[in-house]
């Protein structure tokens, strides 16, 4: 399985970017997918979730309103519209796949089975 997350970059605060993962190697259909992501010396967090239908989505607080997340199933893959970015969304973005995941766990990184190498994303001011 791969997962291979781009569309990182600089930008000024206010700006937008868009984030994408392709998935391989997995029945993609049949996965719910993820984005975390990992600031400088803080920990993992979760960022957007979005169920295998589509039927479910979620969202961290910090981006419900600015991000939002979308999957094309014919495509294998997943993407993340950031919008009016913020220092505070300056970190390492990974897209994940995990398959039997309940809504009640889309924001747990550890039922997630796949990870990606990550993306950066730095907001400049």
């Known amino acids: 399985v791969q997962l291979q997350a781009s569309g990182g970059g600089l930008v000024q605060v206010g700006e937008s970017l868009r984030l994408s993962c392709a998935a391989s190697?997995?029945?993609?259909?049949?996965?719910?997918m993820g984005w975390f992501r990992q600031a400088p010396g803080k920990e993992r967090e979760f960022v957007a979730a979005?169920?295998?239908?589509?039927?479910?989505?979620a969202y961290a607080d910090s981006v419900k309103g600015r991000f939002a997340i979308s999957r094309d199933n014919a495509k294998n893959t997943v993407n993340l519209q950031m919008n009016s970015l913020n220092a505070e969304d300056t970190a390492v973005y990974y897209c994940?796949?995990?398959?039997?995941?309940?809504?009640?766990?889309?924001?747990?990184?550890?039922?997630?089975?796949?990870w990606g190498q990550g993306t950066l994303v730095t907001v400049s001011s």
């Open positions: 190697g997995l029945t993609f259909s049949r996965y719910t």
């Open positions: 994940a796949a995990g398959q039997r995941i309940i809504v009640s766990s889309m924001r747990m990184d550890q039922a997630y089975d796949y």
């Open positions: 979005i169920k295998w239908g589509g039927s479910s989505i």
